[in-house]
């Protein structure tokens, strides 16, 4: 993943072969088919901001699956969000189907098979982002998958013409904000999607509401240097063994959870050109890693460069 804002390469028009090549190089790996693959023109614009993705696909009629092979072989698991600009289309995951039209909005999941088929020229956002910027409990919002949201208790209609300002300007997503844009435009997100959970159109089980209450705990107390599983595990009175098994539902553990957190949320700071008057140890300390070479190893590894570099990269 990018790790900081960038652009693409001016927008071309791609053939089949190179538009089939690209769809994969943007998103994850994909199976890309047409009937029609000459003539077949077709372009992708890219924005990557803060570890998200923005894309806007242009398209004639074409078919992309999301097998269980390309899972198995290369798995990758993201958030996708659709948003139907022009055209139309199918979207297929979980054993459900959502017909997409203009203002049409949907979220399927990389890690599961999926396919999106078009039957005519069209034109979508995607946006493309890391499950784990998701504080909701995983196969929640996996009962959301290729369901319409865009009307979605009065949050949709907030959400969808977010989105269409963004793909009228992507140029906003790689300037000096696009970081923050990109985070609050997940935040949006991640509210439209609690939203459903929280009207009941899908019923939460008390192990995935006790999750996503735990989530919450941690991120409200995340520059705490006392934040540890035995203490999280109490202030839910719960055991630390079965806190340790709902991170496991959500392919995690405690601690690893806590300290991806701490770092996206210096990553946050590092990027954000308001916190330029900060040293790279201060904004490290907020966040609960006092001593420097920790704090350098950790950031490398999730990030793969140093805190310095990433602030250069902006």
Request: proline share 6%.
């Amino acid at each position: 993943m990018a790790m900081s804002t960038t652009a693409s390469a001016p927008t071309e028009q791609l053939d089949f072969a190179r538009f089939r090549t690209a769809v994969s190089e943007s998103f994850v790996p994909l199976q890309v088919t047409t009937d029609h693959p000459d003539p077949f023109r077709g372009t992708i614009e890219h924005a990557v901001a803060d570890s998200v993705h923005f894309s806007i696909v242009e398209a004639g009629d074409h078919l992309v699956e999301r097998t269980p092979e390309l899972i198995a072989t290369r798995p990758r698991r993201f958030y996708k969000v659709g948003l139907q600009l022009e055209g139309a289309g199918l979207l297929v995951q979980d054993g459900r189907e959502t017909l997409l039209r203009p203002g049409s909005l949907a979220v399927y999941d990389t890690d599961r098979p999926y396919s999106l088929g078009f039957e005519d020229r069209f034109r979508t956002l995607v946006m493309m982002f890391p499950t784990h910027l998701v504080d909701l409990p995983l196969d929640a919002v996996g009962e959301l998958t290729a369901t319409p949201l865009e009307r979605s208790g009065g949050i949709g209609p907030l959400v969808v013409p977010h989105l269409t300002n963004l793909a009228a300007d992507l140029a906003v997503v790689r300037g000096p904000s696009g970081a923050r844009l990109a985070r609050n435009t997940v935040d949006l997100v991640v509210t439209l999607l609690a939203n459903e959970l929280a009207l009941g159109r899908v019923a939460l089980s008390p192990r995935q509401r006790l999750f996503a209450e735990i989530v919450r705990y941690i991120d409200a107390n995340l520059g705490s240097r006392e934040l540890d599983a035995a203490g999280i595990a109490a202030a839910h009175y719960i055991s630390p063994r079965h806190l340790q098994s709902l991170f496991h539902d959500n392919d995690a553990t405690v601690a690893t959870w806590v300290r991806r957190r701490r770092l996206e949320e210096c990553r946050t700071r590092l990027l954000d050109p308001a916190s330029d008057g900060r040293s790279v140890m201060s904004i490290a300390a907020e966040w609960g890693f006092p001593d420097a070479a920790h704090f350098s190893r950790a950031f490398r590894s999730e990030f793969g460069c140093s805190p310095t570099d990433m602030r250069s990269r902006r």
